[in-house]
């Protein structure tokens, strides 16, 4: 069997999370039992919702716990099976964690998918048509229910979720205008990603520059707004609103790190008649098909391009997942492992 | 025709409201033109929601504007008409406002409507079975829409929402908690209005304190929260949400004066996968026949029997008022009239 290289949490973070929080291990992949497939894995997802599992707090998620893989999405390539669905050569997406190989039971339900390649490039499956993209749909389609005509905002706009986001947000005929982290990651987002208009957040770093920059790229104000960031940039969106506006919380990575965030003014929620709602995508399997086809149909069309940012090697994945926590990546952000 | 009093929006409120932002005046009754309606008023309904009414800043409806008389709900008895659908001698229920008589279209669309006292006291229908209890039906059915053996939780617990709220609740086999201002209130909303429990916020000033005793309250967590006060009663409630909890905002009164009131840790609508929403019952007209249906049948079998406040006299309107918003009445605050 091939040896393994794992990437452990080995402690929890004080404040902000540091690569000293990981331990690299190398591992014998063990041999497999009746049933079992073995995944060598082409690419790692890494994604905001991990960071919340690295603390030992009550979330919607149970912590990581010390000393275990990572959890994490992978893509990868079936190299050994004694399962009778799967064979060497099946491309798959799975929860493989951060580590190069994992065994999985075949029988498990929904723990690996076999995918197609032929439309959709095999990484995408951790992103634009995959949990990212189910994401960017269950907030949009479900909690916002968008008319067209509408206007919709997303934070870190230039990401997985955003642009995703964008796409099928511009399917249903609204007016789409993100949020995003530098002159650069703006200019992606109108000139590619379909964006009708961007803010950077850099050049808005306060409430009250926020609130005007919303005004200006949202004249008929805001119906709907997919939260990933919280602070300022929340309170602002809030004060632009229309009645009846509704907010989809995804994440608040502003707030991840120590103290939480507070909101400014709740009673905004009144006042507008908001629906301010929180999910997260894996209670919601349910919805999982329809979106991953429409998704798979936006790439296949040429309707979403999204970029990825990838590291390279397995030991370079905590480096690129703190950076991911402070916007350093430009699109959705992957370790390639071969 | 008879001399009128009024009570007009004098000046506004520079932070607390006070008496001296009333006038009171006397003028003429018009006489009525065809299809008009002359209503001498019995009671008056005093409402949190006037206080927002008062302020020049946006809110769900538009400012009271200064000079004309204060918005209100009103019962009374028709004693001239000149429009057919309305007899001398008729009991309606109408948005009268702040004075002794008013004169009202009879021909425009849910501005006046006749009510049965047969088995409902007049004056319910500008409590438990009118707005007020529109309201408590609102956000329990439409926005909490609990399930029997979940816990909701509801503040200003012994209100005229609140009553409604707790009947309303135990009607669907939920645990009742309210949540009002001193012994004597708790003492009535467990001994008479059939809360299981009641929070004396009094007894419990501050985050930590309230929500150690929603702890005890609410053994299995809370499911549904209806909110009229905002402020450290609603960070205290997200503390102890469960998972999928609904919150339905219908008033943040501890706000009104002044500053808003933060929210200190929204990530709980994220972490609790929360549905927040905020609602104004006179949006949702289509509701009205049901949920008044249903409170009337409450009160005639004798499960809903709230208590009433009661100032007599037009003039003193102002200070009962001022009362309610203090959270001095007990039970629904209404102004005698005759």
Known sequence: MPVNQQILLDNRPQGEATVDNFKLVETATPALQDGEVLVRHHYLSLDPYMRGRMND???????????????????????????????PGDQVVGMGGWQLYSVVDGNAPGMLRKVDTTHVPLSYYLGAVGMPGVTAWYGLVKIIQPKAGETVVVSAATGAVGSAFAALAKARGCRVVGIAGGAEKCAYATGELGFDACIDYKAHPDLKSMAKALKEACPDGIDGYFENVGGYILDAVLLRANAFARVAVCGMIAGYDGQPLPLANPALILINRMKVEGFIVSEHME??????????????????????????????????FLGLLKGKNFGKQLVQLV
């Open 57 to 87: 707090s009550k979330s919607y998620a149970a912590s990581q716990a010390l000393g275990e893989v990572m959890i994490g999405g992978t893509v990868g390539e079936v190299v050994e099976s004694r399962h009778p669905k799967f064979q």
């Open 287 to 320: 919805v999982w098909p329809e979106a991953l086809t429409e998704l798979g149909t936006l790439v296949a069309q040429g309707k979403l391009r999204p970029r990825e940012s990838i590291a390279h090697g397995l030991q370079n994945a905590p480096e690129a």
